[in-house]
């Protein structure tokens, strides 16, 4: 999978180069790269932003550069999936990250300030796939963040990113609930137990209670998924 993204701190995507997704580059499963917006402005100051038609407080960032990056990343004739990154967006879940899983080339736009001008969005939505995205119910300073988030979810269910693909269907929110509590060595430790039954070796027993504590801490943490 190729995946761009398009930023005024490209820096913030270094973080990719760490861990899994860094051996997934190496291995040539995953082609990534950050780019700087400021390198298709024309100014002497480097200018990506302006004030907003209608008044109001902030700046919003002008249509130009963003056209003619989309237009150099993925010339004419291409279709990628570009992702802008908003907390004006729809929610990015695990079936959301699946899906973009299967793409061959995703693009994401980092807005910042008040957001990128509309009209950005709307030209997008003629030569590719457009979604505007939001990582959850709080606002940041810009996408960057949210985008890397979203890249290390979506990755991580490709195909030879994880070594161990059977932890990726075990895990929080694969079966719509959440993942059950986990311990590991040693039994004991400053007077805390292990739950007795995990040590027990009674692999029904075991998965029942495992079961049972997913549904115990759906309740807890996340009624809202137990509605759905
Ligand atoms: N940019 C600022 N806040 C965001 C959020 N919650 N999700 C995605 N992009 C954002």
Same mark, same amino acid.
């Not at 995703?106 to 910042?112: D, Q, S």
């Not at 709080?138 to 963040?145: A, D, R, T």
């Not at 509590?181 to 400053?190: E, H, I, L, N």
């Given at each position: 999978?190729?995946?761009?993204?398009?930023?005024?701190?490209?820096?913030?995507?270094?973080?990719?180069?760490?861990? @899994?997704?860094?051996?997934?580059?190496?291995?040539?499963?995953?082609?990534?790269?950050?780019? &700087? @917006?400021?390198?298709?402005?024309?100014?002497?100051?480097?200018?990506?932003?302006?004030?907003?038609?209608?008044?109001? *407080?902030?700046?919003?960032?002008?249509?130009?550069?963003?056209?003619?990056?989309? &237009?150099?990343?993925?010339?004419?004739?291409?279709?990628?999936?570009?992702?802008?990154?908003?907390?004006?967006?729809?929610?990015?879940?695990?079936? %959301?990250?699946?899906?973009?899983?299967?793409?061959?080339?995703?693009?994401?736009?980092?807005?910042?300030?008040?957001?990128?001008?509309?009209?950005?969005?709307?030209?997008?939505?003629?030569?590719?796939?457009?979604?505007?995205?939001?990582?959850?119910?709080?606002?940041?300073?810009?996408?960057?963040?949210?985008?890397?988030?979203?890249?290390?979810?979506?990755?991580?269910?490709?195909?030879?990113?994880?070594?161990?693909?059977?932890? %990726?269907?075990?895990?929080?929110?694969?079966?719509?609930?959440?993942?059950?509590?986990?311990?590991?060595?040693?039994?004991?430790?400053?007077? %805390?137990?292990?739950?007795?039954?995990?040590?027990?070796?009674?692999?029904?027993?075991?998965?029942?209670?495992?079961?049972?504590?997913?549904? %115990?801490?759906?309740? *807890?943490?996340?009624?809202? @998924?137990?509605?759905?």
């Amino acid at each position: 999978m190729k995946i761009d993204a398009i930023s005024i701190f490209p820096e913030f995507f270094d973080v990719l180069g760490l861990s @899994l997704l860094g051996k997934a580059q190496d291995q040539k499963i995953i082609g990534f790269e950050a780019h &700087d @917006l400021r390198k298709w402005t024309s100014d002497k100051h480097r200018t990506v932003d302006d004030s907003p038609y209608g008044g109001g *407080a902030g700046m919003v960032m002008k249509p130009e550069p963003w056209g003619d990056a989309f &237009d150099e990343i993925f010339p004419k004739g291409q279709r990628p999936t570009i992702i802008f990154t908003t907390p004006a967006g729809i929610p990015f879940t695990q079936k %959301l990250a699946a899906d973009l899983a299967t793409r061959s080339h995703l693009v994401f736009a980092c807005g910042r300030y008040e957001g990128i001008d509309q009209r950005v969005v709307e030209h997008a939505g003629a030569q590719a796939e457009v979604l505007e995205v939001s990582i959850g119910d709080y606002v940041l300073n810009g996408g960057e963040v949210a985008a890397i988030a979203m890249i290390e979810a979506i990755c991580r269910l490709i195909p030879g990113v994880i070594g161990n693909a059977e932890s %990726l269907i075990e895990e929080s929110h694969n079966s719509g609930l959440l993942e059950y509590p986990s311990y590991t060595k040693p039994a004991s430790w400053r007077g %805390l137990e292990v739950p007795e039954i995990l040590l027990s070796g009674h692999h029904a027993e075991i998965e029942k209670w495992r079961n049972e504590q997913s549904l %115990l801490r759906t309740k *807890a943490n996340r009624p809202d @998924l137990l509605a759905e």
